[in-house]
């Protein structure tokens, strides 16, 4: 009597996607109740394999629904439809202290999927059972990719399908002397915003003004916005990560022609002030390296460089004229910047001044530095270039990883109906793309 071989089928919808979209995977013609392994690779752009993976048992139908059923263990556990994507981390034998984020923003993040026999937790090396491809990408068909250098700015130009105009975003990022950081800008630009990734903080933009940028390269950079043809003139936001953050909401406090509809700052800090070159505050910043500190790992930690927060108004950013609703977003195990001390501040500050009311302030439980878009893999610590001192570090940005990913889902769908709420009203239509 002959046996039939069942081999086992695996979904994944959509095997082409945004990285903000959610993924389900169905596993279908195992035995019942069979023990499983999905296991997630990704080789990076820079040649690192990081992997997730996640234990399941089938039903009665051999079937596993990675979006409805539980993970018994692998780096993640419970029920959880994209933990095979933000779990990632290295591979046993990686070099030490990397992180994960796109560079060509042009091409995707491919990654492996493959279903293995039993619980398994190292040695992927038997054959699989099933496997697919799925892409991962962080610009969406027809979204187009501008460099500008032009009217003394420098940075990346994001622009939507169709004629427009579009509602703009002026998109500033942190250190670490990486020059143009794209990957929020071009997601962005696939929600439907014309985006500028600007650079204010590599050589090349500094040898565009003797080395100094000052406010003038802000508003220059604001003025290039309202003055595109496919862009609204008054539709501009500000959106800053990190540094990035910081400058942001100095810039929109103080008095010059700087004026978005609204503001998103992540993970910045509002003792950092901008009055002369951004070099200036960037020094400031570190005004006191005693109170620099260093974990078990000697890993850099950076969170006490603005504390205690200071009473003295004069050395704060002055808040108190933002004219603007202001999405304020931190994360509570932020080690390396002042983030969620300085976001309550900075709503004292707005209550005693009356503008409280343009305040929305997030702060999640256990979330470090780095709230990237959703589904992006925690990253506690890693290298980073130190622009003042010209040495390499690891720095420790914190939180925990459940904990994180989930401030970073949550926090980007916030993101973004606080964006379309301001930037997209009933008289312009909201984008299709």
Known sequence: METTTICPKMTVKPTRGLVDEDIAIVISGLSPKQAITIRSLLNSEDKDF???YGHYVSDDNGVVNVVEDECFGGTYNGREPTGLIWSLKPVP????????RKVDVLTPFILNISVYKGHISKCFEEPPLARAIIERWYIAPGVSRVDVKEKGIRGTLFIPPGPGPFPGILDMWGGGGSGITEYRSSLLA????????LDFLSSQAKSMHSGNITEKYFEAAFEFLQSHPRICSDRISICGFSFGASVAVALVANENSI???CLVCVSGCHIIQVKNTIDDALEGFFRHPGKLKYDESNHVIWHGLCLPIPTDESEKVK??????????VAGSDDQNMAAAESAEDIENMMKAAGNEHLLTKLVYPMAGHLIDPPYS?????SNFFDSIKKQRVVLLYGGSTKEHCFAQEDSWKKILDFLHHHLYDAEIISPKL
């Open 93 to 100: 034998g990686s070099r030490p202290a990397l992180r994960l």
């Open 377 to 381: 893999p925690h990253i506690r610590s």
């Open 259 to 261: 004026n978005p509809r």
């Open 319 to 328: 808040v108190r004229n933002l004219k603007c609703p202001f999405l304020l």
């Open 50 to 52: 990081w992997h997730a």
């Open 190 to 197: 696939s929600h439907g915003y014309a985006v500028l990734a």
